[in-house]
């Protein structure tokens, strides 16, 4: 089994970290993962992307060019990325701010409302966690309890107490992610 | 009186020092880096520290300074000699670390090195050996050269329109932080070569202390560069450097407050 | 087991730099490598084993302070990405000619000039020709994945003190910013000034009684004694093509085509020979490790068996060069890569395959 997602957004939406975490869950779940980001100075408000691989075998290229799963959280990306999913793949969306909607019909679309959530549960920088647990209910390769794990193990200890919040974030996710 | 009546150790008023070795010295007669030299070993060889003292050769006239003095040495790249001092001052924190530098070396190529090494406080010594002029390339102008001296490449003298003014490198590291004892120091007479090796012992002693940088600069000759015979050129030093770059201390150690 | 993290390259080389008893790092930022030297500041080892970690003013500045630690005996590492790399390369050059250890992550981007900061392999010619004046080599070494940026740093101890020359880890901006699983070795104690001076009997600590003085220099006036050393250093690079050549063969057996790449692009390679496959087509990947000493012997023999090789990296064609040199015109040697700081995929290489070797 081999996943190769691509995560894409704005510079500041917590993307390398939502990779970040996806990929020590892999870690916990015993999977081997790479984490590639874009790099370069556009640290805020610029354009974000990160591919996690997560597999159970040996991973060749942290490089590709056509994913099982997109997440997308900005139009730019989605303009970018939706030609990139595989056919019979999954991308994954938040409509917050989109107006040209994806429209392939040979993949699974999905969306999650997480920016407009997150504002509900009166914190956004949990958006990013929403849409995680939005990802993992579509395709549960990692339990949550992993994803929890993969938490631990990339917070700071001193933001340890934040992992509560974080976790809500993730079973709401869950549940409000549904088909387009 | 038969020789032999003569060599006897009650008769010894002047010795070579051991931790200098039998190479001949390859520097132009009447040119100061042979006091220099052997002023810096009697200091190590009077306080015994031989065997904890790492010198660092620079490129410039000095560049085979460790064939001459019996210590372990390192032969840095031109300018870099404070980068070698401070890895192995940092590494070996309980050794005598120096560098032996010209003004090329020193104040031109190495000026970063220089400050930076004396900024952060680094706990060796600089002996920096100023003689206005690139020495071992042939005469060229150098980053001390005084306005209106000439060398090879200002053979009309040096015009500090054109090419600038020189530097008083000295004087600027005394303004830092990090420096803990800076004089300039000359060898050109008996007595200054006294007060010289007395600033030497200063410098490896409060090197001890690991409280900063100690930096002694000697202000010298070139008779090869400046054209002159030796004395013409010591009297050319004191009439011209030495108002330029004024002999003494510059910057000493406070009384510890009590 | 060692113990498991998800690390980026550039972090799984700094840990290991201080697990290895590295004794020094001297370095300065620079894109995409500052994740070294601010991985060090932040773990502190200097409370610990007692490793010295300084941001040197300058990158001449902190490769020259490598300079001063090997030559008393300790084992330094500096790290830094192309320009800054180039910059450094005088003091390498002193260092081979002074024969002390050393190791040298390059974090390669794109180049020439300043420019810009995304993955590349364009600085080939500089690791493997030497890179600075004069007649000499380093040991070069190429990861391709995040556990080899751990790996290979001891592989490079061992083999910058079994020749006293430097050892350079050729990465690039894959491989130093992707974050992957590492096992991480267990740590080894930094050695004692005894123990320094025990194995670097030439170093200069300080000159007991006992010895004759230890000078570091890479300077000779004298020609016939300057050639006598630069041939001397000669054999030590002959040895180095007899002892220490490393390189990984994936489904050559039966390869009918071969890919020769290294780093990051082997990675990408190993993904196209996967797509080849599927498709029937018999491709093979040798991937080089070391890139001095090459492997050239090795492509020799495979050169045989297949019908043509493609040279992939991410340059106009530098590996190329020993690849054909290495063949001497027995099969046909193409060159693919993207440059610039621009990263090939599975697929344009796979394209590549069809279009020049396979035609």
Request: aromatic fraction near 8%; proline fraction near 6%.
């Amino acid at each position: 089994m081999t996943e190769e997602i691509i995560i894409a957004g704005f510079g500041g939406q917590g993307v390398l970290s939502m990779g970040k975490i996806l990929a020590y869950s892999g870690i916990m779940q015993n999977m081997e993962v790479s984490w590639m980001p874009s790099y370069g100075p556009e640290m805020r408000g610029g354009t974000a992307n990160v591919i996690v691989i997560l597999s159970t075998e040996r991973i060749s290229s942290p490089i590709v060019n056509e994913y099982d799963t997109a997440i997308i959280l900005n139009q730019p990306s989605l303009d970018k990325f939706e030609n990139t999913v595989k056919p019979g793949g999954t991308l994954i969306y938040d409509p917050n701010g989109i107006t040209r909607h994806p429209t392939r019909k040979d993949i699974n679309i999905y969306s999650i409302e997480a920016t407009e959530e997150a504002a509900n549960m009166g914190n956004t920088k949990i958006f990013n966690m929403i849409v995680l647990g939005g990802y993992i209910k579509i395709k549960p390769l990692v339990s949550v309890d992993n994803v929890i794990k993969g938490l631990e193990k990339s917070l700071p200890k001193r933001h340890h107490h934040l992992i509560p919040e974080n976790k809500a974030a993730i079973i709401r996710g869950m549940e409000i992610v549904k088909t387009k | 009186m038969d020789i032999k009546d003569i060599i006897k150790p009650e008769n010894l008023v002047y010795r070579r020092t051991p931790l200098l070795t039998d190479k001949p010295l390859s520097y132009c007669p009447g040119c100061g880096h042979g006091t220099i030299h052997r002023i810096i070993m009697e200091v190590i060889e009077e306080m015994n520290i031989q065997d904890k003292t790492i010198g660092i050769a620079p490129v410039g006239c000095s560049v085979l300074a460790y064939e001459f003095m019996d210590i372990d040495m390192q032969q840095a790249a031109h300018g870099r000699a404070t980068a070698l001092a401070t890895a192995i001052k940092r590494l070996l924190p309980d050794r005598f670390v120096f560098t032996y530098q010209g003004d090329g070396d020193l104040a031109a190529i190495g000026t970063a090195e220089t400050i930076h090494a004396c900024n952060r406080g680094e706990n060796f010594i600089i002996f920096f050996v100023n003689n206005g002029i690139y020495g071992m390339t042939g005469g060229q102008m150098a980053p001390t050269t005084l306005p209106g001296m000439k060398a090879s490449t200002c053979p009309f003298g040096r015009d500090t329109k054109i090419m600038g003014n020189p530097l008083k490198i000295t004087e600027l590291v005394a303004q830092l932080p990090g420096t803990y004892y800076v004089t300039r120091q000359a060898v050109h007479t008996p007595n200054a070569v006294r007060k010289a090796k007395k600033a030497v012992r200063n410098a490896f002693e409060y090197s001890k202390l690991n409280k900063g940088l100690c930096f002694i600069e000697f202000v010298s000759n070139c008779n090869s560069g400046w054209k002159m015979n030796a004395v013409q050129a010591n009297k050319w030093m004191e009439e011209n450097m030495f108002p330029f770059y004024p002999l003494g201390d510059i910057k000493v150690p406070q009384p510890e407050k009590v | 087991m060692g113990e498991l993290r998800l690390m980026k390259g550039n972090e799984a080389f700094a840990e290991a730099c201080i697990r290895a008893g590295v004794d020094a790092y001297f370095g300065y930022p620079i894109t995409p490598q500052s994740e070294v030297i601010e991985y060090l500041m932040a773990a502190k080892p200097y409370e610990t084993t007692g490793m010295v970690v300084l941001q040197a003013e300058s990158e001449i500045a902190s490769i020259n302070m490598c300079y001063g630690a090997a030559g008393a005996g300790f084992l330094p590492a500096t790290s830094s990405s192309s320009p800054g790399i180039s910059l450094k390369m005088e003091g390498i050059s002193y260092m081979a000619g002074a024969e002390l250890p050393l190791i040298i992550l390059n974090v390669v981007r794109g180049g020439p000039g300043l420019g810009d900061i995304q993955p590349a392999q364009s600085d080939y010619f500089q690791a493997t020709k030497g890179g600075g004046h004069g007649d000499y080599r380093l040991y070069v070494l190429a990861p391709s994945s995040v556990q080899e940026m751990s790996d290979f740093v001891l592989i490079a101890k061992e083999i910058a003190f079994k020749y006293r020359n430097p050892v350079m880890i050729l990465s690039d901006g894959v491989i130093g910013q992707m974050m992957e699983k590492v096992e991480l070795f267990d740590p080894i104690p930094r050695r004692t000034i005894e123990e320094v001076e025990k194995q670097c009997p030439w170093a200069t600590t300080g000159k007991k009684p006992n010895r004759q003085r230890n000078i570091i220099t890479s300077l000779d006036l004298d020609p016939y004694r300057q050639e006598k050393h630069v041939l001397k250093l000669y054999e030590k690079y002959k040895r180095m093509e007899q002892e220490d050549v490393r390189y990984e063969e994936i489904q050559v057996s039966d390869a009918e085509y071969l890919l020769v790449a290294y780093g990051s692009s082997a990675r990408i390679c190993q993904k196209t020979v996967d797509l080849a496959r599927v498709e029937g087509i018999k491709l093979g990947l040798l991937r080089a490790i070391t890139l001095f000493p090459f492997p050239g012997k090795r492509i020799a023999e495979l050169a045989k068996q297949v019908k043509g090789i493609l040279a992939v990296e991410m340059s106009t064609g530098q590996l190329v060069e020993d690849v054909k040199l290495s063949v001497n015109c027995s099969v046909p040697v193409y060159h693919f890569g993207r440059t610039g700081g621009v990263i090939h995929t599975p697929t344009e290489v796979l394209d590549a395959v069809k279009n020049l070797l396979m035609k």
